[in-house]
């Protein structure tokens, strides 16, 4: 389980956040196209290994039918992949996945959305 939690928030997370898209705009003048690019690029290289780990170990969720780490590092990871126009129906685990937890109202609750002060 430790294993899957850091494919998402040490490999395919930190090169995708903020800081770092900002960075390749600010300080390197990438066009927004192209730093869309560079996030569709990242997380569908980090998906594709992702995907095929959890075929071998879901459930309900993405470790058997127990909420886990791993569940609560995936959510935004597909929300902003959607957000950047990355063709998820490569992904059809992590779709179910990732729908059966947003249908939770914990996870419901705290989305962007649902979000005051994230807009």
């Not at 690029?41 to 791993?70: M, P």
């Not at 935004?76 to 992949?81: G, H, K, T």
Request: aromatic share 8%.
């Amino acid at each position: 389980m430790k294993a899957l939690a850091l494919d998402i928030a040490a490999d395919i997370h930190p090169i995708n956040n903020l800081r770092i898209l900002q960075y390749l705009t600010a300080e390197l003048g990438v066009a927004d196209e192209e730093k869309n690019r560079w996030y569709r690029h990242w997380i569908d290289k980090g998906f594709q290994g992702l995907e095929e780990k959890l075929r071998h170990t879901a459930g309900e969720y993405c470790v058997g039918n127990r909420l886990s780490l791993v569940d609560v590092c995936l959510v935004p990871q597909v929300y902003n992949a959607e957000r950047f126009d990355l063709d998820m129906s490569r992904y059809p685990t992590l779709q179910q996945i990732a729908a059966r937890l947003r249908a939770l109202p914990a996870f419901a609750q705290a989305a962007p959305e649902n979000q005051p002060d994230a807009c």
